[in-house]
T-cell receptor, first 110, second 112 residues
Framework: GQQVMQIPQYQHVQEGEDFTTYCNSS?????IQWYKQRPGGHPVFLIQ?????EVKKQKRLTFQFGEAKKNSSLHITATQTTDVGTYFC??????????FGAGTRLTVKP | NAGVTQTPKFQVLKTGQSMTLQCAQD?????MSWYRQDPGMGLRLIHY???????DQGEVPNGYNVSRSTTEDFPLRLLSAAPSQTSVYFC???????????FGPGTRLLVL
């Protein structure tokens, strides 16, 4: 079964509000990646976290990797309509086996 | 660079038919993979390859075969299509499995 769980499944926000999606694994991950998929498009790589407790920022996006390397989060500050899409986390479970979360679909009301 | 290309974009099959989904990349990536995407399920790894001549099973390999005769190409074969294989299929590549994965545009498959 799916080893990487992601919540929430959907999130609807008003433009300017913040947004967070959470990713949890039943096993320790070697690394975690985040992807964004626009409606009708393909996943596009955002970032990779490798170290325990790692925090990375990309403009309004903040990514965190938990101390135990079993959870991660993506936080978007002051959402914009261009942030619309589905955000996926993907964890390296073992060897080259990447497991994706089910994704969080973000919609933004102008 | 064209990146990762997939053909066809759309395909309709009847149950029991066979077909091959094509995937090619021109970035000299060693790692290539196939995922299927179903509503509410995210992307599930079908098969992957860490280099020419080497393939391995992912999370949902049943009903699918792959081969990797060259670095550039990684076709996915459905030997006898079933309605449960209706999905969107994405091919991806990266320098190694743990690095950034570049996804192709996807193939939408409908099995009747």
């Amino acid at each position: 079964g799916q080893q990487v769980m992601q919540i929430p499944q959907y999130q609807h926000v008003q433009e300017g509000e913040d947004f967070t999606t959470y990713c949890n694994s039943s096993t320790t991950l070697s690394n975690i990646q985040w992807y964004k998929q626009r409606p009708g498009g393909h996943p596009v790589f955002l970032i990779q976290l490798v170290k325990s407790g790692e925090v990375k920022k990309q403009k309004r996006l903040t990514f965190q990797f938990g101390e135990a390397k079993k959870n991660s989060s993506l936080h978007i500050t002051a959402t914009q309509t261009t942030d619309v899409g589905t955000y996926f986390c993907a964890g390296l479970v073992y060897n080259n086996d990447m497991r994706f979360g089910a994704g969080t679909r973000l919609t933004v009301k102008p | 660079n064209a990146g990762v290309t997939q053909t066809p974009k759309f395909q309709v099959l009847k149950t029991g038919q066979s077909m091959t989904l094509q995937c090619a990349q021109d970035m000299n990536h060693e790692y290539m993979s196939w995922y299927r995407q179903d509503p509410g399920m995210g992307l599930r790894l079908i098969h992957y390859s860490v280099g020419a001549g080497i393939t391995d099973q992912g999370e949902v390999p049943n009903g699918y075969n792959v081969s990797r005769s060259t670095t550039e190409d990684f076709p996915l074969r459905l030997l006898s299509a079933a309605p449960s294989q209706t999905s969107v299929y994405f091919c991806a590549s990266s320098y190694t499995g743990v690095q950034t994965q570049y996804f192709g545009p996807g193939t939408r498959l409908l099995v009747l």
